[in-house]
């Protein structure tokens, strides 16, 4: 074998020995941004120049993005005619050639290649046909369903298929030592027949999927030596970009081919923070993060440098040093993810104001659908356009959000939020104040929403403005419900955005996004027309369900690319930046696991790096990626917290980034003053300049009393002006900095009046008051308001109805069952479990509880917590005294009230308050600021006069008590904390405070602008 080391340390421009290569094997090294990409299109267009003919020449990049950057560049330098380009991303290549060979690989060859949400929808078709019992649903099968179909497609790309799957299972199932091991092994089998039943259902329906169309090519080329041949000589050349990116499965594909013609040159990116010598080569074991693989996946997957040694031991390889990109890094340490949001629309603010293009700059978030409401949300606050991109993102534009809204809506009437939403939003827009009192009647007279609209018709309640609005709002659902059943699902989705005005709002709205949102309403409309293609019998309804189920999963649906989006910050998923290049990077969540050493180099000249302290679990650490690139770029980390007061943080963060510039133009200026050029004089004067600018920050930051920002600036101006030059003073008129300010200013301003406005009667009479005119509050609403307080708003205050999950049903059922139980107590030990059996299964039955995995998930959960339960019970040292017993007393003016579950004697004569849950478990640690338990024991002592020295939650399914932590401030801060929420809901302060925990189950997610991009 050739050693590697040598090869490259023999030659001095690798980069040209790569560009000048013939035939042959060649790997070709080198970090990212050092021109690898380029390279490939400049050897095609050599090639081609050279005499062989283009299309026989294929070039494959890893995702849609690369290819279309080499394909744009090969065409631009490719001088001569060519019948076509073999350029393109591994899924289209992979497809186009599989289907023309499809008879030889037995297949039909108008065989569909189908998304994650086709599949998802197919499996949800046949969800009691699907072996799930031992996976928990948990009330979300299509969450469930979008998670397991990703490990399909991960196994594929590893070439592991259902049978092999299942034979490890099973080898590790007998050699599985105890229950949990048992148990893990089992689910994996049922996972391993959930996978055969996948294949089995694609096959049914002729179709495919991404990861099958490369199985299925590697199998051709395995059964076809012939074909094989064929292929591989029809390609003089092929080059792979991006190898780092390839899957074993594609990998396997290379190695076919490479045994007819050995032609290949594939990029490789091989990342440093150092800086190579051109042509030196770089081996071994790395010790840097940005250096570091990723770890392999199991079984481990032999690395692509290595692979290549492998397949061609006598080939060459080349490192490319010298990279073109350089960009300054930053490490930032948030408090929390609203802080990095608010963070870094602050730091784009900046940018922009300092002149930067928004479409070059990008926010790296490691899942858009989950991660990208916070920074669309702090984005939207400072008015930055930003447009986040992936797989959910087309479903968080709010005029899809709107076309689906009206969709479910129509589907059924008493989906509330959808029938919210449709109000509320143009072209009916009705004020909240009426959709308020809109759910008090639906609720009053427990009709859905729509009955509701019609009764309001007659009700002296609204205004006649209001009765306007209903009515338009129900002249358009009656005739779009009607047209809901007798039309195909694309062609009732393409009347229904024309019919309700989605699209021609937007024409005549006059703002720059139009152009990208009627895009969004056409790729809508596209997927209604998809849909309609693969299900030419199903109704508008089947098609509402699967829009609903993909929307929810958050999984990308197949066809088309996203629209472009013109003037705006973009946000997307790290695995997507690769092969893209920005001025600006801001790489989020580098906390805990994430390891994000692919991504490439994709910053020109800012690539910030940021972590939490707390997430949503509580305190985190920097991931081993983040530690490790601080150390070898002996960064320093920046503190940001949260600005409790939004964005209006002013001054002194412009000064802080003025500081840079000037920093920087300093340096710049000084470089030039020890080589003078002409325009040094220039370049100093703008230094200077910045540095004036710096001081007029500076005093404008340190003024006393209350000046207007406008005639403290003129002021400090008048002073500059006497000690500046002409031609600093020219560069001081030229800047945009004193607009900015007062741009600022005026935004605070703006804010203000909005946060007044909001303050407006209009959703007074909706708070939750007493008859005596008090807040009522409980502990629930306490903790909802402090979670976010639009969910409050949308729950409490518009009191929108929602059906009850199945996890609500569960945990009524459960705590009926349970109170049942105590208050008539066995005579007996032996009869407590049967008594308790038998109260749930009565209740079950009652309940209305089916038959499906999910249910009888929780069933079987429950019978064994429940013997577990009884167990416990019978040993208990506690007596419950008093159940469900309730409360009601008072903190400041607010009305406090609640029930507890149980109430527990001591053998010491103490009190144990005891809440049950069904939920997740929480440890002490989590509930160290534990607020229900403190205000239960505040509640006993004030409205029972009973102290509690304890309190606990039961965990019913888990079968564990876990006590809450006490302390002697409890009261004092369950006091402080009511009279906090109290002040916010009485000031109708219902900021949306969106977090990916808390949002991915709100059931408020479709009428949240929080939830928006
Ligand atoms: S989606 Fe998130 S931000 Fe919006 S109301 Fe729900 S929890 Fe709040």
Not at 74 to 96: H, K, M, N, Y
Not at 364 to 369: I, N, Q, R, Y
Not at 379 to 384: A, D, L, Q, T, V
Not at 912 to 924: F, H, P, S, W
């Amino acid at each position: 074998m050739r050693d590697q080391q040598a090869t490259a340390a023999m030659e001095a421009g690798g980069r040209e020995r790569a560009g000048l290569h013939g035939d042959g094997p060649l790997l070709v090294l080198g970090a990212a941004g050092t021109g690898k990409t380029e390279l490939l299109a400049r050897r095609l267009a050599r090639l081609a120049d050279g005499g062989t003919p283009p299309e026989r020449i294929l070039v494959i990049g890893s995702t849609r993005a690369t290819a279309r950057r080499l394909r744009e560049r090969a065409e631009a330098l490719v001088q001569g005619p060519f019948e076509e380009l073999w350029v393109g991303s591994w899924d289209t290549i992979g497809e186009r050639l599989l289907r023309e060979h499809a008879e030889a690989a037995g297949l039909d060859p108008f065989f569909d290649v189908l998304g994650p949400a086709e599949r998802l929808a197919m499996l949800l078709d046949r969800l009691d046909q699907l072996p799930l019992r031992r996976h928990e649903i948990r009330g979300n099968p299509a969450g469930l369903l979008a998670r397991l179909l990703a490990r399909i497609d991960a196994l594929k790309s590893e070439r592991v298929g259902p049978t092999t799957l299942e034979q490890r299972a099973r080898a590790k199932e007998e050699a599985a030592s105890d229950e949990a091991d048992l148990e893990s092994m089992r689910r994996e089998i049922e996972f391993a027949e959930l996978y055969t039943a996948h294949d089995r259902i694609l096959a049914e329906a002729g179709s495919l999927d991404r990861g099958d169309v490369f199985l299925a090519f590697d199998c051709l080329l395995a059964e076809r030596p012939d074909l094989r041949r064929l292929i591989a000589t029809r390609f003089e050349y092929l080059m792979v970009d991006e190898l780092e990116e390839t899957t074993p499965a594609q990998r396997a594909i290379l190695e076919a081919l490479s045994r007819d013609n050995p032609n290949h040159l594939y990029a490789l990116e091989e990342t440093d923070l150092s800086e190579p010598a051109e042509g030196e080569a770089r081996g071994g074991p790395r010790t840097d993060a940005l250096a570091r693989p990723q770890d392999p996946p199991s079984p481990p997957a032999q690395l692509p440098g290595a692979w290549f040694r492998d397949l061609f031991p006598q080939g060459d390889v080349v490192v490319l040093g010298h990279r073109f990109r350089e960009p300054a890094l930053r490490f930032w340490r948030c408090a929390n993810e609203r802080a990095q949001s608010q963070a870094v629309a602050r730091e784009v603010e900046h940018l922009l104001a300092a002149g930067a293009d928004p479409e070059k700059i990008c926010v790296l978030v490691a899942e858009p659908g989950r991660q990208g409401g916070a920074v669309a949300a702090a984005m939207e606050e400072r008015g930055i356009p930003f447009h986040l991109s992936g797989p959910a993102a087309l479903f968080q534009r709010p005029e899809v959000r709107d076309a689906i809204a009206w969709l479910r809506a129509l589907a059924k009437p008493d989906d509330s939020p959808a029938v919210a939403r449709a109000l509320t939003r143009p072209p009916v827009e009705l004020r909240p104040g009426d959709l308020a009192r809109l759910t008090t009647i639906a609720r009053r007279r427990k009709q859905d929403m729509v009955a509701a609209c019609e009764a309001a018709l007659d009700s002296p309640q609204f205004q006649p403005e209001a009765r306007e609005r209903i009515q338009s709002f129900l002249k358009l659902y009656n005739a779009a419900s009607a047209a809901m059943e007798e039309r195909r699902a694309d062609v009732f989705v393409r009347r229904l955005i024309e019919r309700v005005g989605l699209r021609r709002q937007r024409l005549f709205a006059a703002q720059p996004e139009v152009a990208e949102r009627l895009l969004g309403l056409s790729r809508l409309a596209e997927l209604a027309t998809a849909w309609a293609r693969r299900e030419p019998h199903g109704s508008t309804r089947g098609f509402v369900a699967y829009l609903s189920a993909v929307a929810e999963a958050g999984v990308e649906p197949a066809g088309g690319e996203e629209p472009p989006s013109p003037a705006s910050v973009q946000g997307m998923a790290i695995d997507a930046v690769k092969g893209i290049g920005f001025d600006h990077v801001f790489v989020l969540g580098l906390e805990g696991e994430a390891d994000w050493s692919r991504i490439g180099w994709p910053a020109r000249s800012t690539l910030v790096f940021s972590r939490l302290e707390r997430g949503e679990e509580g305190e985190a650490q920097p991931s081993r990626f983040y530690a490790e690139a601080l150390a070898v770029a002996a960064g320093e980390e920046e503190e940001h917290g949260e600005e409790l007061f939004g964005p209006a943080e002013g001054l002194h963060a412009t000064y802080r980034t003025l500081r840079e510039q000037v920093l920087e133009a300093s340096w710049r200026a000084g470089r030039e003053l020890s080589e003078p050029r002409l325009d040094t004089a220039i370049d100093v004067n703008r230094a200077i300049a910045r540095y004036l600018e710096l001081l007029k920050l500076a005093a404008l930051a340190q003024r006393p009393g209350d000046e207007p920002t406008a005639e403290a600036i003129e002021a400090v101006n008048g002073l500059l002006r006497q000690v500046a030059t002409t031609e600093q003073q020219a560069e001081l008129d030229a800047s945009s900095l004193d607009s900015y300010l007062l741009d600022s200013e005026h935004e605070r301003g703006r804010r203000r009046e909005l946060i007044a406005a909001r303050a407006e009667p209009s959703l007074e009479a909706f708070l939750p008051r007493r008859g005596d005119g008090r807040l009522s509050l409980s502990a629930s609403d306490l903790s909802l308001y402090l979670t976010c307080p639009l969910k409050y708003k949308f729950a409490r205050v518009f009191g929108i109805p929602q059906e009850p999950t199945i996890n609500q049903r569960f945990g009524i059922l459960i705590h009926n069952v349970l109170e049942r139980f105590h208050k008539e107590p066995p005579a007996n030990d032996e009869d407590g479990l049967r008594e308790l059996t038998g109260l749930f299964e009565t209740g079950w039955r009652r309940t209305g509880f089916g038959a499906t995995d999910d249910e009888l998930q929780f069933r079987d959960r429950a019978r064994e917590a429940l013997r577990l339960y009884w167990e416990r019970e019978r040993v208990a040292e506690g007596e419950p005294v008093w159940l469900e017993r309730k409360f009601d007393f008072k903190v400041g003016e607010h009305h406090v009230r609640g029930r507890v579950d149980r109430v527990d004697r001591l053998p010491d004569g103490d009190y144990e308050l005891i809440d049950y849950k069904t939920g997740e478990r929480r440890t002490a640690a989590e509930l160290e600021s534990d607020l229900q338990l403190a205000l239960y024991r505040l509640a006993a002592r004030e409205a029972w006069e009973v102290e509690a020295s304890a309190g606990s939650y039961y965990y019913v399914l888990d079968a564990d008590k876990v006590a809450a932590p006490t302390k002697p401030d409890d009261a004092e801060r369950v006091e402080r904390t009511v009279l906090q929420v109290g002040e916010g809901i009485l000031g109708q302060d219902f900021e949306p405070r969106p977090s990916p925990s808390v949002c991915g189950w709100c059931d408020y997610r479709l009428i949240c602008p929080a939830a928006e991009s």
